[in-house]
């Protein structure tokens, strides 16, 4: 399943809000609590996909004024620092900052022209621009989940299960060829190949992204 890029902006719109409502009820103390990823806190989650958002913004931003502009200035080093930095942040500024950036990044989004689509962008490997609302949408619909609070794999919408899946299981047969790829409901096959797995003693996929 292969959405038209406005179609996928209008995916990003609405599973930032989805986010934001539950994110509404945040206290400092949910905060501060283990996330669904080892190490991090939902302080840790929260502040990274604020980050992530300025990150892709940065991509459009260099789209639209032809001067290239990288995600992280820094690298890694710096992306680390900053999610650090935000993470023990009171609940209302976690929630204010993802608010205002991920809003901000939709409205972005939806000022690239059909040409600029085309335009390649360094991300972990060269992409286009056009693929940066997927990039967002995956980043919001999983770490939605990781946040452990009532958002799971059952909750994704089936554009976006459906549409992730016709792109990553190609790629995960070309680097894991032999790995039996288990029978599940595809939600929960979705969630199995990112790593998000829903049920014991199913086979181990590689690190994802692949």
């Known amino acids: ?6 179609q996928i902006v209008e995916q990003v719109a609405r599973a930032q809000s989805r986010l934001e409502r539950t994110l509404s009820t945040l206290t400092d103390d949910q905060a501060r609590g ?3 990823l080892p190490g991090w806190t939902r302080g840790h989650v929260v502040t990274h996909v604020a980050r992530n958002a300025d990150g892709l913004r940065r991509f459009v931003l ?9 995600m992280y200035p820094g690298g890694p080093p710096a992306r680390a620092a900053a999610i650090e930095e935000g993470a023990d942040r009171p609940a209302d ?8 950036a991920g809003r901000r990044l939709v409205d972005d989004l939806a000022t690239l022209e059909p040409e600029q689509w085309d335009v390649e962008v360094k991300w972990r490997r060269p992409v286009t621009a056009g693929r940066i609302p997927t990039l967002r949408w995956r980043e919001l619909e999983i770490h939605h989940l990781d946040l452990d609070l009532g958002y799971g794999c059952t909750d994704w919408p089936e554009e976006f299960v459906e549409s992730t899946l016709d792109s990553q299981l190609p ?21 199995w190949l990112i790593g998000r797995p829903t049920r014991p003693d199913l086979p181990v996929p590689p690190p994802w992204p692949f």
Request: avoid cysteine; proline fraction near 13%; charge should be negative.
């Open 171 to 191: 790629e995960l047969a070309a680097v894991a060829p032999d790995l039996t790829v288990p029978g599940l409901p595809r939600a929960e096959l979705l969630a």
């Open 34 to 36: 283990a996330s669904g």
């Open 1 to 6: 399943m292969t959405l038209p890029y406005p």
């Open 62 to 70: 260099g789209v639209r004024s032809g001067e290239p502009q990288e």
């Open 93 to 100: 500024l976690l929630v204010a900052d993802v608010q205002f």
